[in-house]
């Protein structure tokens, strides 16, 4: 993609928002039509099943960030299907994505970071369709967040369970802090 490109691309984006919203681009939803104000600009999306092991290894970070996160950062927790992460991360500046991730041969426990999921990446969620598959819905739908960041944590069991294996529950404070780092940066 060329820098011209990429630069207007968050242009385009702004503009279609603002478009099905019903707002001149730039504008506050709020100052044209006295709703409540834009989205929080900063969204923490826990994705997996608490009642699947390891699977539930971003709900279980989320819980973790509650009490420590500022009320201006939204906290929630949905089962990967790509409509709700699309519905979580519409209008962010920022949105940081915590799922569990299946590899071969697998580390449990070993978090992955990335900024970009590329747009031929397979989909090793845990889930029927990942969040690759939710980034190319959003990227056609312009409804993208502008900068998104993914921990996978690798997942040893997703078997029936509410507790994280040990190697992914030792990974749970490192995951969370990485977390806190990235809305306070």
Same mark, same amino acid.
């Given at each position: ?8 691309? %968050? +242009?385009?984006?702004?503009?279609? *928002? ?6 001149? %681009?730039?504008? *506050?939803?709020s100052a044209?039509?006295?709703a409540?104000?834009? %989205?929080? +600009? *900063? ?7 608490e009642?699947?092991?390891d699977?539930?290894i971003?709900p279980?970070v989320?819980?973790? #960030?509650?009490?420590h996160v ?7 927790? $949905? ?6 992460? /699309?519905?979580?991360?519409?209008? !962010? =500046?920022?949105?940081v994505?915590? =799922? ?7 580390v ?7 900024? !970009?999921v ?7 969620s $845990?889930?029927? /369709?990942?969040?690759?598959?939710a980034?190319?819905?959003?990227d056609? #739908?312009?409804?993208? %967040?502008?900068r998104?960041v993914?921990? !996978?944590v ?10 994280? $294996?040990?190697?992914v529950?030792?990974a749970?404070?490192?995951? $969370?802090?990485?977390?806190l780092?990235?809305i306070?940066?």
């Open positions: 993609m060329s820098d011209e490109r990429s630069r207007e691309e %968050p +242009r385009r984006r702004d503009a279609a *928002r603002a478009a099905r919203r019903g707002v001149e %681009p730039g504008m *506050r939803p044209a039509s006295g409540d104000p834009d %989205p929080p +600009r *900063r969204v923490i999306i826990g994705v997996g099943n009642f699947r092991r699977d539930g971003g279980a989320v819980e973790h #960030l509650r009490e500022p009320a201006s950062v939204a906290l929630t927790v $949905t089962d990967g299907e790509p409509t709700q992460l /699309l519905d979580a991360w519409d209008g !962010a =500046d920022l949105a994505v915590i =799922d569990a991730v299946l590899c071969e041969p697998s449990p426990g070993r978090i992955h970071r990335t900024e !970009a590329p747009q031929h990446a397979a989909t090793p $845990t889930h029927g /369709l990942g969040i690759p598959d980034v190319r819905l959003a056609a #739908l312009d409804r993208a %967040p502008r998104l993914v921990y !996978a690798e997942a040893g069991d997703i078997g029936f369970g509410r507790e994280l $294996t040990p190697a529950a030792a749970l404070p490192t995951v $969370t802090r990485a977390v780092s990235e306070q940066g």
